[in-house]
């Protein structure tokens, strides 16, 4: 089924036509995907594996490589150094998953994020005062995981899947979706709720989607802050 151009979110009639893309492993590919979809810049992400060489990783089996998400975002408004923060931020990077494709990486895709991630490891050890675990691989190719893995939060809500498949009844459309990407951002918690004020003309919702949004948002915010108190309280024990 095609997709009217005014049946779009406004977000995705703005998005910009040339995007620059990074890649980074950070743990479970879906909330990867959420953590960074959440960020001013980003125009969409896209859930997956890179690191390895097997050939055709999915989620059952993923061979050797890690679970990874691609972020294209807007090069004028978003530095693949305000990437690298975001990624710092999102995890301790002294703990070793316990499993390979849990781990995580910088992917960089070209010298200029090579040396960015490099300097961005060794500014996180000289101020941290620890050792990172992670690995940095370059030229990692990337392969997305299969659709019903993308915007996998925003999936698990039958209402909200249905606003947005009211205006992008195309599969991919929906995939490649900023507003969808935005918005699974918030149902994980990625997002501050207080900042769907300013957003929710440009997600096109309508408001009874909007009003369930802020409930994912604001009750996965509160677990996000319960689960950092029990990791700070752990660190000091």
């Known amino acids: 089924m095609s997709v009217s151009s005014l049946s779009r979110p406004p977000m995705d009639r703005a998005a910009p036509a040339e995007t620059t ?4 492993a950070l743990g479970c590919l879906w909330g990867a995907d959420a953590w960074f979809g959440g960020v001013d810049g980003v125009v969409r992400t ?6 390895g060489t097997a050939p055709g990783p999915t989620h059952t089996d993923p ?3 890690l679970e990874a998400v691609r972020v294209e975002y807007d090069a004028d ?6 990437l690298l923060d975001r990624f710092w931020a999102g995890h301790d990077p002294t703990q070793t998953a316990s499993r390979r494709r849990y781990r995580h990486a910088l992917m960089p895709q070209t010298r200029t994020q090579a040396e960015r991630a490099r300097h961005s490891r060794e500014k996180w050890r000289a101020n941290s005062g620890a050792e990172a675990t992670i690995q940095i691989v370059d030229d990692a190719t990337f392969v997305p995981a ?8 925003l999936r698990d809500d039958d209402r909200l899947m249905a606003a947005f498949q009211s205006l992008l009844p195309d ?6 979706s900023p507003a969808a990407t935005l918005t699974n951002s918030y149902v994980d ?21 909007l009003a369930r949004l ?6 996965q915010q509160g677990w996000r802050a319960f689960v950092r108190g029990e990791a700070r309280q752990e660190r000091a024990s």
């Open 171 to 176: 599969e991919e459309a929906l995939i490649r």
């Open 189 to 209: 918690g990625a997002r501050p709720p207080e900042r769907l004020d300013d957003d929710r003309e440009r997600l096109g919702l309508p408001p009874d989607a």
């Open 63 to 65: 061979g050797d490589h």
């Open 46 to 51: 896209r859930a997956g594996f890179a690191g």
């Open 77 to 82: 408004r978003l530095s693949y150094t305000g």
């Open 214 to 219: 802020r409930t994912h948002a604001g009750r």
């Open 146 to 153: 299969a659709p019903h893995h993308q915007n996998y939060k």
């Open 21 to 24: 893309e990074a890649v980074f």
